[in-house]
C-alpha cells in the first residue's frame, strides 16, 4: 500500500493564512504549530535540524511550493503542519518564484524510507495544476484539509 499523506494530516496543524511574512517568519510559525503535537518530543532540536537542512539549500521546490523538513530523534512519528501565507513569500525558490504554500514535515531520524514517500506524496499531488490551483486559493485550514485529505481517496479510486 503507498503512503496516504491522510494518515499524517491533521486539521489543527494547517493554518490559513499565516502570520509570519517572512520565510524565517512563516517556517518559525510551522515549526510552532507542529510543536504542538505529540509526535515532537524535543522542539528545540527539531527547529534546529530543520534550519540547518534549510541552510544547505531552499526547499522552496517551484510552483510556489516549499517542503521545509527534518529528520532527527525528537520526533516521535512523521507529522506535518501546512500553511497559505497571507502574500506570496521569497524562498529563493529553484524557479525563483515567490512561495504560496509551506507544507513543513518532521520525521524520526530512523524513517528515511517514510520521509521520502511522504516527500514524493507531497511534490506528486502538488504537481496537478488543478490541485495546486485549489489548495493556494482555500480560504481557511479546513477548507485546505479537505482538500488534502481527499487526495488519497482520489488516488485509490
Known amino acids: 500500500m503507498a503512503f496516504e499523506l491522510s494518515s499524517i494530516l491533521k486539521p489543527g496543524l494547517i493554518k490559513v493564512p499565516l502570520d509570519g511574512e517572512s520565510k524565517r517568519a512563516a517556517i518559525d510559525e510551522l515549526c510552532d504549530l507542529v510543536c504542538t503535537s505529540s509526535a515532537v518530543t524535543d522542539p528545540d532540536n527539531f527547529r534546529k535540524t530543520v534550519w540547518e537542512r534549510e541552510g544547505?539549500?531552499?526547499?522552496?521546490?517551484g510552483e510556489g511550493?516549499?517542503?521545509?523538513?527534518?529528520k532527527c530523534p525528537g520526533v516521535r512519528e512523521i507529522t506535518m503542519s501546512i500553511g497559505i501565507p497571507q502574500a506570496?513569500?521569497?524562498?529563493?525558490?529553484?524557479?525563483?518564484?515567490?512561495?504560496?504554500?509551506?507544507v513543513l514535515l518532521a520525521s524520526p531520524a530512523d524513517r528515511i524510507a517514510d520521509?521520502?514517500?511522504?516527500?514524493?506524496r507531497?511534490?506528486?499531488f502538488m504537481s496537478d495544476p488543478t490541485v495546486r490551483s485549489r489548495a493556494y486559493s482555500a480560504d481557511c485550514g479546513e477548507d485546505l484539509y479537505q482538500l488534502l485529505a481527499g487526495?488519497?481517496?482520489g488516488a485509490r479510486a
Do not use: C, N, W
Open 56 to 61: 544547505q539549500r531552499s526547499t522552496g521546490i
Open 65 to 70: 511550493l516549499a517542503i521545509p523538513h527534518g
Open 88 to 102: 506570496p513569500l521569497d524562498f529563493d525558490a529553484i524557479d525563483g518564484e515567490p512561495v504560496r504554500m509551506i
Open 115 to 120: 520521509h521520502i514517500q511522504a516527500l514524493g
Open 122 to 124: 507531497i511534490s506528486k
Open 151 to 153: 487526495l488519497d481517496t
